[in-house]
């Protein structure tokens, strides 16, 4: 299977191009600053930014799927989020993007204090990451909602839920990056849920 990755030389989707090459994927990374990744095995490093139309276009061409680790910074335009969504919705056969949980199709999912609470500290991106998860969803694919990000190892103990299947929760669940690399890359090779809002859980001693 070839496999395009978003965001390849951010702190998650390093991850997803490391998972995919362990798991003996042909890799396309795609990044602003190709020097910055890290290269191996099947690899290919594509220069490509949301700002520059055509670019993602051009460099997904030929991919089965594209997963996104796709962020932004304060320092950077939300618009980031929805252009590349447009993008690769655009150009991509299968589209499998992360994004936050409490967002989008979750909102409601951390309880009214606690959403409220999320909206206001990322209120900067609240509107553009909802935005970005709706075009994904439009053409069939899939959203990944997970909880803060964290770098503590995983054993293995995460699962996809549809997002109506979710309990809602007072605080959103840690989820470990190389978690949410696994979880999207086994939903690459073995769709589960094509066309659909999903959320990644994992059990507490994964930690």
Excluded: C
């Excluded at 220069?47 to 594209?66: H, L, N, W």
């Excluded at 054993?155 to 997002?163: E, I, S, T, V, W």
């Amino acid at each position: 299977m070839k496999i395009a990755v978003l965001g390849a030389t951010g702190r998650t989707g390093r991850l997803l191009v490391a998972r995919a090459l362990e798991r003996g994927h042909d890799v396309i990374a795609l990044a602003r600053r190709p020097e910055q990744a890290d290269i191996s095995g099947n690899l290919r490093v594509v220069r490509a930014d949301v700002a520059d139309p055509g670019s993602v276009a051009a460099a997904v061409e030929g991919a089965d799927v594209v997963l996104s680790g796709l962020g932004i910074t304060k320092t950077q335009d939300p618009a980031i989020l929805v252009d590349g969504a447009r993008e690769i919705a655009s150009a991509a056969p299968r589209v499998i993007w992360l994004t936050s949980l409490g967002m989008g199709a979750t909102q409601g999912a951390l309880g009214t204090l606690t959403g409220a609470l999320l909206e206001r500290v990322l209120r900067y991106e609240w509107d553009a990451k909802g935005e970005a998860g709706r075009v994904v969803r439009d053409v069939g694919g899939t959203t990944v909602h997970a909880g803060p990000l964290t770098d503590k190892s995983y054993r293995g103990n995460g699962n996809l839920l549809r997002a109506e299947e979710y309990e809602p929760r007072l605080f959103p669940p840690l989820a470990p990056r190389a978690g949410i690399a696994d979880l999207m890359v086994a939903e690459a090779e073995t769709p589960r849920f094509p066309d659909a809002d999903t959320v990644a859980v994992f059990l507490r001693q994964t930690y």
